[in-house]
């Protein structure tokens, strides 16, 4: 990543006559813009991931390097000096790389089994409420209106309202902001939407409390965290036979 990130940069710089290294330049042409903003933008990306490695670097002296190895100076120190320093700074960036991403996968892990847990204890509870129905996958849900038409099978195609909310109130999907409801094939949806969908006749409105496992499982999607469990409230306008 460093390399790449050092390597564009000289490019960027490259393509810049070695006057502008004095100080300002003046920008007269539109070849003179474009070379600005190619240098700029470069320059920025150099910086962000500096500071996203959290790397202790000099700029001044970084820039004072580009400088001589464009212009093909004699060197401060020798390239084998060179070569070593970069080795250990690209070592010592994928040793923290890989130290971050077991911290994250452990974070991960103990995240998906606290959900779970969680998950479990809903459900136990929830089923013994009035109007709760349990279905032999584990997928529950609710009817707040039946209606009288048809209903899809697995190869239906649909037209619906949905809201997707998580144990702790958060939404992390919904159509009705969107202002017109949302088709989509049966098939290519999480098994307990696709479960509790092919229940409901048109006209329906059904919520569904969907078990990690009938949806992303461990698996962390957008602002679903991993074994989350997932809540959704559906309106059913309309099933479409796919051709």
Do not use: C, W
Request: glycine share 8%; hydrophobic share 35%; charged share 25%.
């Amino acid at each position: 990543m460093f390399y790449r990130f050092v390597f564009a940069f000289i490019i960027g710089i490259f393509v810049l006559s070695t006057s502008s290294f004095a100080g300002d330049v003046k920008l007269k042409t539109h070849s003179d813009s474009a070379s600005y903003s190619v240098g700029y933008n470069v320059g920025k990306s150099v910086l962000n991931q500096v500071k996203f490695d959290s790397l202790d670097l000099n700029f001044s002296i970084i820039l004072s390097g580009f400088t001589d190895g464009i212009l093909q100076k004699q060197p401060q120190i020798p390239e084998t000096e060179i070569q070593k320093y970069l080795t250990e700074l690209q070592s010592y960036l994928e040793k923290r790389r890989k130290l971050q991403m077991e911290a994250q996968e452990k974070e991960m892990k103990k995240q998906a089994e606290e959900n779970l847990k969680k998950a479990k204890a809903f459900l136990e509870e929830n089923k013994k409420k009035e109007g709760v129905n349990e279905t032999q996958s584990g997928l529950q849900f609710k009817v707040l209106k039946l209606g009288t038409g048809k209903r899809p099978v697995a190869t239906s195609k649909v037209k619906v309202h949905y809201k997707g909310t998580l144990l702790d109130g958060t939404v992390f999907d919904e159509s009705y902001s969107r202002g017109n409801p949302m088709e989509f094939e049966l098939d290519k949806v999480i098994r307990g939407f696709q479960e509790g969908l092919l229940m409901m006749p048109e006209g329906s409105k059904f919520v569904f409390y969907i078990p990690p496992q009938l949806g992303y499982g461990e698996r962390a999607v957008g602002k679903i965290p991993p074994n989350s469990l997932l809540i959704f409230e559906v309106e059913l306008f309309e099933v479409k036979d796919m051709q």
